[in-house]
């Protein structure tokens, strides 16, 4: 056995409040089956958070101590202790949504065990099953389900294990809070610690692959589920507030260096040259490591790896040709530019790019009036709180990664890959960080880490600066959407055309070796680049005769450029559906009907549905916005009031996957400043069944107000050499002065039986920031009759769009 | 290097550092403090913010030595183990989601309400409007400060409850 000093005390001393007879260590390497790794396991929690560090064994010599558990033994999900608390093993990550906390309401939903009683251990590569981490809004939608399959199954199994020992059969007994009781005798019991604490269920589970993972036991009805559907409060907030919490920018491991990346300072500049010796005077320099165009700086301190890549001199080659035209020339840009393709490859099939349903041409020829108009959004940025950070650890020839990643796995599986290391050597421990929304830095720092942790021999812990974070992070694509739509005589829409151009060329994807920002630097490329190119607007409106097209443009630098574009919350939803759900909006006003009206109208216009009954739902919500609004019907813009300020109402509505939102937004815009204020929002909301109200709730007040912020304030700006979007000034975000003064949410069920037993839980983490910019856009349009068609509806561009209307 | 103290959370620390070190990296690096942040080292965002003399301070822009007075970081702002009414606030009304910033909000929060005890709606915005949120929990937050400042008037006030026959 040989001692390291790595862990944070925190994740290690989880361990004892079990190791009376056994360990998780112990417990899983003799299950003979698989041995989990080994080291402590990680309670997510308050009660147990340490203080500086721990050390433990890593367990025999072994050139493989980091496999991955296997999703189809119970053990890797669950332990029942001695004293019948249980921690739970997934593999999710938490932003901050209360998704951890709603997991352990399900899980002890369906062990009958008792909240207080649980705890959980998160995205720690070692230790939880590969549920890929977070992203997609799928943790309650679909990883929760497997989650809770499992839990049922522990739950048949200390049935069965409950019925040996009382000798009664098991549907003789009863379970509450993990103690089971004899129905007819109260005073035979068994608890679920005296059953199995410390041992290990033995119990294999089936499934292709982890979301389908189920055992031999059904879930229970809704109706039967006692903690599902409480505002527990989410059990990670107490010490996010007293300060004790260690997050992943907290730890500290003996003999950890600090190291600064020193980015080009034009997009696409080659490194001519380092001169060393700019930096020789600054005390605790350790090494300038230079591979390509990746260039950072390693200090023993973390100030003075600041100053040292603040102060080194390199000579950088600007490119020859200008990398991207400037923001000002954007639009004009994706407008004017060939598409990478108007076709697509499927099999041995070449099919276009467009999607047409009917005869959009001839309805448009054929149609009585006719609406045209073009939308613009911008790039935006994830721009996190807290810039992206990692540190990793090399020591005995293995890797640990301490992130805030959301996608740990594919962090661990990457970093391998780039360093050429068996995936078994490296290990991610996925730990509290500022909140990502999508593909952020936060990769390309757990690389960073790793490759500099490689060369120096240390734990190096790399940390982006502002400026990088927010000229360098990925960003959300730009698009140029022009839109065509004809109405016929009664008003209703009858042919639309959408044609998006999207700035999406070489979309990055989570954790690449070869698309990370410290691999592009260095001159790797992948073998063909992924263009984006999302669908238009999702929304359910029958409309006959339809095209669909979204092509890809690209700018002369694809890689290594400060413009990548990556997924962010809810990836391409709130550009296109600003651009669609305005159009509509456009259209109700051309049609001379009420927007609420006009949407339900072409909603109502077809019965067909999908399983997720997409229409019903999507009628359900927005008649409960209207209905909460308090929504009379009448014609958009109202009469513009003479006042400084002018207000309006505006409705959007969109679904993402299998969750249904209308938002109705109330503005004020003070027409000599310019400023928008959205001072009212209701959020008609359908996301099926709901596991914790109050988490629900804060999530989508957020998402509103990052809506808010998207349409209002953010737009990357750059010129034709770099990303001039540095800070907080120069990319703004929406601050406390911005917030509406009520947000009502209205949780709505609208599926047609909705007390089905079997009511699933649709993702909630993204679809509600879906229509908030259109709701926004058409809220601006009824307060002051103009419509804007270019986000974010600055001040400047709501003064000059009302300077022109008032000619 | 040079000797640099400081008083933290009612400690005194001597230590030996370059005297124009952000305050911030030594109460991290060298405190081994969690509360103040890292967000954007240019003093834009507020996640660094420590209270110096009971004034909201951001300690990514200060250089150690500039900073003489008593410091207290979110760790020391409970008394004898119990939270302050912010504190407790922040808890009743779940504001933090990932929490990154919300040191930089509950010690901005604590330093206005000691300043302006009441604070209308227009005051708690413009008060607080420095300290950026990216989870965009502003809405959580006002509420929070809103009961903090009910609680900490009906803890300052005199026990007048059974005097006046309420």
Known sequence: MKRVDVIPEHLNKALEPWTGTTSRRDFLRTSGLFVLGFGGVGFVGPSVLGSGLGSYDVGPDSAAPYPHPDFRLLDSWLVVHEDGTATFYVGKTDGGQGTGTAFRQIMCDELDLAYESSTLVMGRTDMTVDQGGSGGSDAIERDAVAARRVAAEARRVLMEMGSERLGVATNELVVSEGVISVRRDASKTVTYGDLIGGRRFDVALTGDNVNATAGVASVKPVQDLKLVGQPIPRYDIPAKVDGSLEWAVDVRLPGMVHARNVKPPLAGARVVRIDESSIREIPGLLRVVHKGNYVAVVCEREEQAVQAATQLDVQWAPPRTAPFPSSEDLFSFLRDASPMSRTRTTGSRTVPLARVEGDPEQALAAASTIVEAEYDFPFQGHTAIGPAHGLADPSDGQMTIYTNDMKPYSLRTGVAEFLDMPPEQVRVIWMDGPQLYGRTAADDAGFEAAYLAKEIGRPVRVQWMRHEETAWDTKGPAFAFNLKGGLDADGDVVALDYRARVADYAHVGYNQPDTVLIAQLMGIRPNRPAPGGAPGPSEMYSIPNRREETLVVRFPLAFETPLRTGNLRDPNGPQTTFAGESFIDELAVAAGADPVEFRLRHLRKSDDDDAAFLRARSIAVIEAAAEAYGWEARLSPKPRGTGTILTGRGIAYAHRARTTVAEIAEVEVDRTTGRVWVKRIVCAHDCGLVINPDGLRSTIQGNLLHGISRTLYEEVQFDTEKVTSVDWRTHPTLRHADTPEHIDIVVVNGDPNPRRPDLPAYGAGEPSIKPLGAAVANAVFDATGVRFRRAPLRPERILAGLADADG | ?166
């Open chain 2, 1 to 166: 290097m040079s000797e640099v103290t400081l008083k933290v959370n009612g400690e005194t620390h001597t230590l030996d550092v370059d005297p124009t070190t952000p305050l911030l990296y030594v109460l991290r690096n060298d405190l081994g403090l969690r509360g103040p942040r890292f967000g954007c080292g240019l003093g834009q965002c507020g996640a660094c913010t420590v209270l110096v003399d009971g004034t909201a301070v951001r300690s990514c822009t200060r250089s150690t030595s500039s900073v003489t007075g008593e410091i207290t970081t979110l760790e020391g702002l409970a008394v004898n183990g119990e939270l302050h009414p912010v504190q407790k606030a922040w808890i009743e009304e779940q504001v933090p989601q990932c929490g990154f910033c919300q040191n930089g909000q509950i010690l901005t929060a604590k330093a206005m309400l000691d300043r302006n005890p009441n604070p209308t709606d227009a005051e708690l915005r413009r008060g607080m409007n420095g300290v950026i949120c990216r989870c965009m929990t502003y809405y959580r937050i006002h509420a929070a400060i809103r009961r903090a400042a009910d609680s900490m008037a009906s803890q300052d006030a005199p026990e007048s409850g059974a005097e006046a026959g309420l």
